[in-house]
């Protein structure tokens, strides 16, 4: 067969113009080059325009919001940067008023508070509201004149009374441990009266039989008689040891407990005896008995300043080996005297007649911490107060 009448092979580029080729090659590139930014449908009509699923973007989403990465070595794989993590972004902290860089933002509730069978959502409401009025420490009673307010193997077994004689929830106090650590709260055990009882304790009348009672009446207030259980009578020490171990075994949760100016003797008391170092001892033994039953739970007292303390409570506290002192300042008279001492402890304690000061304390970086007393009997609305006190 003659080569004249072979069909042609390929596709005939041999006839086509060199500069035709030329052309098409540099068209093709730029459309390669472009197809990311491209969008064909515009050349063709409108009742032409064709899906070519090459070019056509993945549909977008509404624009996110900026990423940061962590770095990454320059050693890194490619195949590595899907694995970035994302940093959330961190929003900018608020910048904390006076009141809110103190340590400790606390107010008292009396033992009495835990009374009237208050339900677990009454309690939890009550701590979730003194932590919107600012408060970070709920400061509550659990003993007081001469009884528990939880029922208590020790008092029990010693006494013959399970608890104070008062309508509780046997879970009350877990409920309040519960819901302020939930808000970010403190609890601290207000061990109000501490030795001290009247005639109204429901064990006055056992203490007096059983002659745990020092001689005299202690009138460090006028508008009451108490009563002093005697620390210096083994069976006295061993009592409140074993109350205090009890209550931070049964309530690990706890974050401190507190102790006041009725952990002390009357000056007055007949014969002048000087029991400073019989109470020096016994707290000691009751700190470390606590610290090695729990030793998380903070030791707190809030008493009068060292010199006062110890002139007319026999309580050198200085020597006691606490962890925390919060200068008592309920006197007027004394105010700026006690505030230099506050100063170089742990904080001050101030009642609700005394709110007219609160903006000066809080002004006052040297005072690390305010804890504030409801005389009144109505800490709801002394925390009411505090805000417009400020």
Known sequence: ??????????????????????????????????????????????????????????PTASPAPAISFSNTPKSASNNNQAAVRKIPDKKTPLLQTPWEKKVIRGIYLTRYQATNNADEQTIRERVRYYHSQGINTIIHGVWGNGCT????????????????????????????????????????????KGIKIDKNSPIFDLAIAKKWIVP?????????????????????????????????????????????????????????????????????????????????????????????AKKYFAADWEKWGVDRVFIQAYNDTNFVEELNYAQKYAGVAITDRQLGRLKELIDNPKIKSILVFPFSGNPEKTASSLKNSM
């Open 216 to 308: 005299g009446v202690d009138k460090t207030y006028s508008e009451i008689d108490h009563y002093v259980l005697d620390v210096e009578i083994p069976e006295v020490t061993s009592f409140f040891k074993n109350i205090l171990v009890e209550f931070v075994q049964k309530y690990p949760n706890i974050d401190a407990v507190q102790w006041d100016d009725y952990l002390g003797y009357y000056a007055e008391l007949p014969g002048k005896v000087d029991r400073t170092t019989n109470l020096t001892s016994f707290v000691q033994q009751m700190v470390s008995s606590m610290k090695k039953a729990n030793s998380s739970v903070s030791f707190d007292i809030c008493h009068h300043n060292p010199y006062w």
């Open 1 to 58: 067969m003659s080569r004249q009448n072979k069909k042609p092979i390929g596709c005939g580029c041999a006839n086509i113009p060199f500069s035709v080729i030329i052309v098409i090659l540099g068209g093709g590139y730029w459309w390669f080059s472009q197809k990311g930014n491209l969008d064909i449908s515009k050349l063709f009509p409108k009742n032409q325009q064709i899906n070519i699923p090459i070019l056509n973007p993945a």
């Open 149 to 192: 307010m939880y029922n208590s193997d020790v008092m029990q077994r010693t006494l013959g009374y399970r608890s104070c004689p008062n309508q509780f929830q046997d879970q009350w106090l877990n409920w309040l441990i519960d819901e302020a650590h939930k808000q970010g709260m403190q609890v601290h055990a207000y061990f109000e």
